[in-house]
Every structure is written in structure tokens, then in C-alpha cells.
């Protein structure tokens, strides 16, 4: 069955589903008609026996009234009739053979007794059985009626339900096939032009005709997917792109140090000098590298997230204090406020990682003597690490792509500032891997603060 298409399963199964209904039908129909036909027979031996029965309470010569009313029982009503009396028979229907009645009825009683029964020479038939009393006397009464009609009904009705059965079966499963062909041809159109979209072809979508049905639905998921993959596609091959001229100039540069030591033969000073910008690239090398396997075990969920307790506002104190040279160096004041003591759950590495990545920003992109301010708050079951600095800016236009990988907001700055274009693309992994977010607002000429909002965590201590 598995093997088959949906549309045979389809139709295999409504056409079993069909038979199985057609056949409880038929079968409640011949029951009822049956039912019906023999309590008809049944209600005409009752009437029959009620009559002998009445007219027995005041006679004084029961049998030639039993006689009598054998005879009207056959011309009337074609019913046969035989009458005991202590297992002897009294009286019964002259037409009917010797070999044809039945013996004396053994243990009967004023109850009266239906049976269905073969009877040599006359056939299936219809009795009545009940005792009768009459003038102090005892008698056994078996009324009969043909069921040759009952039968000959019965079986035309079976040769019409036979008849029916399989044609209507016929009938229904190429209906269903049919059926099922037209309601499953869009799910084939589909297919097609699925099976058409390919990497170069990621523009395309399926035609939605009905968008209101379950194939309309697939079709709109469909095309939401390919959506995806168009956008993911691009980012792959913009990411690609980046990531392959970074790695050029670093490289260009290497290469043309190399190129003038070996054809220019300069002295010691010179080749010291070589060998020093020769190891600066090798230095941006190594940390464009490392914060491209970063971001792609991040993507892999390769780096294991440890959460543990720990407080945020002594890992932003500890991270201010690594970096608060590198502010003085160029006569910036940074300064950390706020929360002492700011509970979360996370990776104290990756978080300390986080912090490290928005001071280095702030510090590379406020002038000299700018201030940098590092704050720890609540906010509704939050914790949030605010760094505000007075530097540059960002224009509207490009804050909505600020955490896009290799995205500079000023290319023509970032190299000299030793940047990849990648520290905020980590910072928002880490802090969505952490159940956080990250807020930017910015003003051009005037400043930026980045925030990170984490959950908050009730404990009572923290690493």
C-alpha cells in the first residue's frame, strides 16, 4: 500500500470505505425486509388460530368445528393445518400429503411458538405451534404457511443488492479516481515548479490560486521558505564576498612586503620594519580568523553555553578595568555606574567576551578626549549593561544593518582602527544565545549607546 501513489491510496480507501457502507446497508435492508415479511406471515397465523380459538369456547363437538375451520384456513388464506390430540392426529388439511405431516409437537404449551422448518414434499414453511383447550379437551395445534414467496422476495432482493454492490463500486472508485487526479493536480503542478527553483532561480514563486485552501496554504509556505533561502543566499554570498576582500588586503600586503625584501634588498633597518608590518597583518589575520570561527561554530551551536549565576555588575567592573588603558591612552574618560550587584544566568566567558567588543568599539570610535559611560540597571525582569560613548555617531540609514556581518558604518576609518566588522555580529550571537537582546540608539555627531538586556535571576550568590 505504501508503495502506491496518494491518488490510487486515495481511492483504494474510499472505495473499501464505500464497500464496507454499500454491504452494512444491504445487509440492514434484506434484515428488515425479512423481519417485516415473516411478522406479516406470523400476524396472519395469530389471526388464523384466534379464530379456531373463539370459536372452539362454546361447541360441543369440537372436531367437526376444528374441520371446518382446516378447510376455511386453506381456501382463504392457503394456510395448512394439523391438530393433535394426545400426539394422535385429530384433523388436518386434506391436500396435504402423508409424507408431508409433521410429527405430534412434544411439550407444548397455551404459549404460542414460531418456527421456520423444511417440510418434505411442501417445502419451507412458516408454523405456528400452541395448545388448545376445548370441551375439556386437549389439543395440539400447528398452523402453516408457504414461505416460497417470503423466499422468492428475499432472493431478488439479494440478486439486486449483489448487482448494485459491485457496480456501484465501479462506479465510485473511478468517480474517486477522477476525483482524486483533479484535487491532487495542483499538488503536481507544485511539485514542478518547486523541482524548477534552484540556486540561480531563488526569484521565483508558486502561483497561489486559491490562497484559502490546505494546497494554497503549502504553496504560501513554500514560497515563504524559498523567501528564506533567497535572503539566506544572499547573505552567504555577501558574507562570502567580505570575507574574501578582508582577507585580500591583509594578505596584498604581506605579499608586497615580501615582494620588496626579496627585490630590493633593503638594510636592517628597513627589513625590521618589513617584518613589522609583516607581523601587524599576520596579527589582523589571526583575529579576522578567529572571529569568523567564532560566529560559525555559533551558527553550528558548536560552543557549548554554560549557564551558571553570576553578577553582571562585577564582570562589566572587571571588563572596564582591562580596557580603561586603552581609553586613558587616547585621554577618554570611562567611568561604570549603577547596579552593584545584577544576577544572571549565563557564560561569564562569553559574556565577558560581549563586554570587551562594545568598550573596544566605544574607545576606537569616540575622539580623544570623549567620555565612555558603563551603566547597570533593572528593567523589568531584565538586567541592562548600557555603553554610552561621545563619539562619532551612526546615521538612521544605517542602524538597521549595524550587527550585519563585515558591515562598516565607515569603511574608510574601520582598517585603520584595526576593526573586522564583525564584534557586534558576536555580541548579538552571544546575547541571543543567552534569551537576551541588543538595543541601539545613535545620534550622528553626537554619540551611540548599545545596550544588552538580559534575563534577570533570583539567587543568592553568583560566581
Known amino acids: 500500500m505504501s508503495r502506491l501513489s496518494i491518488r490510487w491510496r486515495l481511492t483504494l480507501w474510499n472505495t473499501v470505505a464505500l464497500a464496507v457502507l454499500l454491504l452494512v446497508v444491504g445487509v440492514l435492508i434484506y434484515g428488515l425486509l425479512r423481519h417485516a415479511m415473516l411478522e406479516q406471515t406470523d400476524r396472519v397465523l395469530i389471526e388464523q388460530f384466534h379464530e379456531l380459538e373463539h370459536d372452539l369456547q362454546s361447541v360441543n363437538n369440537p372436531e367437526a368445528r376444528i374441520r371446518h375451520w382446516i378447510e376455511e384456513f386453506h381456501e382463504h388464506a392457503g394456510a395448512l393445518c394439523i391438530v393433535y390430540e394426545d400426539e394422535k392426529v385429530v384433523a388436518r388439511t386434506e391436500q396435504m400429503a402423508e409424507q408431508s405431516v409433521p410429527l405430534a409437537p412434544v411439550g407444548t404449551t397455551h404459549n404460542i411458538r414460531f418456527d421456520s422448518r423444511e417440510m418434505p414434499l411442501i417445502g419451507r414453511q412458516r408454523t405456528l405451534t400452541r395448545a388448545l383447550d376445548a370441551n375439556d379437551r386437549r389439543f395440539d395445534v400447528i398452523l402453516m404457511l408457504p414461505m416460497d414467496e417470503v423466499h422468492e422476495e428475499l432472493g431478488e432482493l439479494a440478486t439486486v443488492l449483489l448487482t448494485v454492490l459491485p457496480l456501484s463500486l465501479l462506479l465510485a472508485g473511478g468517480f474517486g479516481y477522477a476525483l482524486a487526479r483533479r484535487a491532487l493536480a495542483p499538488v503536481e503542478q507544485i511539485r514542478q515548479a518547486t523541482d524548477e527553483i534552484t540556486a540561480e532561480h531563488l526569484s521565483q ?12 496554504r503549502l504553496a504560501e509556505t513554500i514560497n515563504s521558505m524559498i523567501a528564506r533561502l533567497e535572503q539566506s543566499f544572499a547573505e552567504v554570498r555577501r558574507f562570502t564576498a567580505d570575507a574574501s576582500h578582508e582577507l585580500r588586503t591583509p594578505i596584498s600586503v604581506i605579499r608586497a612586503e615580501a615582494e620588496v625584501a626579496m627585490n630590493q634588498l633593503p638594510d636592517a633597518g628597513e627589513y625590521q620594519a618589513l617584518a613589522g608590518s609583516v607581523l601587524e597583518e599576520c596579527e589582523h589575520l589571526t583575529k579576522l580568523t578567529d572571529q569568523l570561527l567564532t560566529l560559525s561554530r555559533e551558527d553550528a551551536g558548536l560552543v557549548p553555553l554554560e549557564s551558571q549565576p553570576l553578577n553582571l555588575a562585577r564582570l562589566v567592573a572587571t571588563a572596564s578595568d582591562v580596557m580603561r588603558p586603552l581609553a586613558e591612552a587616547k585621554q577618554q574618560t570611562l567611568t561604570v555606574g549603577g547596579l552593584s550587584e545584577a544576577i544572571v544566568a549565563g ?117
Open 205 to 216: 514563486r508558486l502561483d497561489v490560486p486559491n490562497a484559502n485552501d490546505e494546497l494554497g
Open 347 to 463: 557564560d561569564a566567558d562569553r559574556l565577558r567576551e560581549v563586554l570587551y567588543n562594545l568598550l573596544d568599539n566605544a574607545i576606537k570610535y569616540t575622539p580623544s578626549k570623549g567620555r565612555i559611560e558603563v551603566s547597570v540597571s533593572a528593567e523589568d525582569g531584565m538586567i541592562a549593561v548600557a555603553v554610552r560613548d561621545t563619539g562619532i555617531g551612526i546615521d538612521d540609514e544605517h542602524l538597521p544593518r549595524v550587527f550585519d556581518r563585515f558591515y562598516r558604518v565607515d569603511k574608510s576609518r574601520s582598517r585603520d582602527a584595526g576593526g573586522t566588522g564583525l564584534g557586534l555580529s558576536i555580541v548579538q550571537s552571544i546575547v541571543s544565545a543567552h534569551g537576551g537582546r541588543v538595543d541601539v540608539i545613535s545620534t550622528a555627531g553626537e554619540g551611540t549607546t548599545i545596550t544588552v538586556l538580559l534575563p534577570r535571576k533570583d539567587a543568592d550568590s553568583a560566581t
